[in-house]
């Protein structure tokens, strides 16, 4: 767990009006669920997945040597989401390939009792959000979701 002082004074995941993370984000509800939002490696699902299962063990091993950073104890700027209810998830796919009738998922939307929180496939480069392959970014409130073809 991350908890030096100056690693939260410029931690390496904001961006510009983003959060990048690596592997994803978990979210942990108050009836002890937890689920894990990460992005999916090649194969039969590619994008963004949310499954009812924590990050480690799954979104990454469970012996990784990985910073795990709690914003839900700092104030995230998506705080509202952390410390509401989660009343709706929305999956937004995209048609992949045509030939086999494939749809990837590039963005998920969580809607809580404030403003929506958008999770997409994105990263930061110089602090400036890009499209990746490999890492999703929580957007913060006011952020407009980007149009990537």
Known sequence: MVEGEVEWREPTWLGDGFDAVDYGLEIATDSGAVFSLTWDPRGEQEGIGLQRIPMLGSGVRSDADVAIW??????????????????????????????TGSFWCRRITL?????????????????????????????????????WR
């Open 70 to 99: 709690d914003v839900g104890a700092r104030g995230a700027s998506w705080v509202s989401l952390i410390d509401g209810r989660v009343t709706g998830v929305e999956l937004h796919y995209v048609p992949w390939d045509e030939a």
């Open 111 to 147: 809607h809580g009792s404030d403003t929506p929180v958008e999770v997409v496939m994105g990263d930061s480069q110089d602090g400036v959000l890009v499209p990746s392959a490999e890492t999703v970014a929580v957007l913060h409130p006011g952020t407009a979701v980007p149009v």
